[in-house]
C-alpha cells in the first residue's frame, strides 16, 4: 500500500532532550516536506527537499534540523525542543511534477 | 504563488452536491489549482487538481473558469464522511511553495 509513515504518532518529552520524528514513503517520491499544524495559525512548513541530498528552509525553520540521505526516509529533528514546538506535524511526499502531496497521519508532540 | 479566497465554512445535505467556490483572482498562467482535505486532526489528503480543463476522478469533479480566475470542487453525493476542511491551493507545477490558507470547513449534515 502507498502510504507516508511516521514515528512516533505521539510524543510528550521534556524541554531540551534531543528527539527525532521520522518519516518515511514507499512511492520512490523525488520531494518530501515538513509541516506543523496549530490552532489558528493553519499548516506552516518547516523544511522540505526537492531530492536527496537537497534540503530548503519552508516558512518556519527555527529550531529544527532535516536530513535527506535516501530518498524514502526524511527526519525532522529538534536539537533542543522547547515549549513553542508543541504542536501537531506532518510529513508530506509527492512525484517531482504533476502530483498532489501525500500527508503522514501526523506526530502529536508536546513539550513541557 | 497566487493567493486564494474560500468561503469560511458551509453547510450540505446528505447525498447533495457539494460545490466549494475558490477565488484565485491572481493566478498565472503555469499555475495549477489544487484541493486538499482535512479530516478533524488526520493528515491533509490530496483530492484533484488542474490547469484549466476540468477534471473528474473518483472523489470530486474540479470545474475551472475559462479565465481561470475561480474553481469549484463538486463532490457529487457527498455524505457524512466528507465533513472536512477543504483546502485550494494553486502553485507552479514542481515548485515548493504549498500555502494552505483557513479553507472552508464542510459540514454535511443528514
Known amino acids: 500500500e502507498a502510504q507516508v509513515t511516521q514515528n512516533p504518532r505521539y510524543l510528550i518529552t521534556v524541554t531540551g532532550k534531543k528527539l527525532t520524528v521520522t518519516c518515511s514513503q514507499n512511492?520512490?517520491?523525488?520531494?518530501m516536506s515538513w509541516y506543523r499544524q496549530d490552532p489558528g495559525l493553519g499548516l506552516r512548513q518547516i523544511y522540505y527537499s526537492m531530492n536527496v541530498e537537497v534540503t530548503d528552509k519552508g516558512d518556519v525553520p527555527e529550531g529544527y534540523k532535516v536530513s535527506r540521505k535516501e530518498k524514502r526516509n526524511f527526519p525532522l529533528i529538534l536539537e533542543s525542543p522547547s515549549p513553542n514546538q508543541t504542536s501537531l506535524y506532518f510529513c508530506?511526499?509527492?512525484?517531482?511534477?504533476?502530483?498532489?502531496?501525500?500527508f503522514g497521519p501526523g506526530t502529536r508532540l508536546t513539550v513541557l | 504563488d497566487a493567493k486564494t479566497t474560500q468561503p469560511p465554512s458551509m453547510d450540505c445535505a446528505e447525498g447533495r452536491a457539494a460545490n466549494l467556490p475558490c477565488n484565485h483572482s491572481?493566478?498565472?498562467?503555469?499555475?495549477?489549482v489544487y484541493w486538499y482535505r482535512q479530516i478533524h486532526s488526520q493528515g491533509p489528503q490530496y483530492i484533484i487538481h488542474g490547469l484549466k480543463n476540468n477534471e473528474t476522478n473518483e472523489m470530486a469533479s474540479l470545474i475551472i473558469t475559462e479565465d481561470r480566475k475561480s474553481s469549484t470542487l463538486i463532490l457529487p453525493h457527498a455524505t457524512l464522511r466528507d465533513t472536512a476542511v477543504y483546502y485550494c491551493i494553486v502553485r507552479v507545477d514542481n515548485n515548493n511553495d504549498m500555502r494552505f490558507g483557513a479553507g472552508t470547513r464542510l459540514t454535511v449534515k443528514p
Open positions: 508530506a511526499s509527492r512525484r517531482a511534477s504533476g502530483s498532489g502531496q501525500f
Open positions: 491572481t493566478i498565472s498562467g503555469n499555475e495549477y
Open positions: 512511492m520512490n517520491h523525488e520531494y
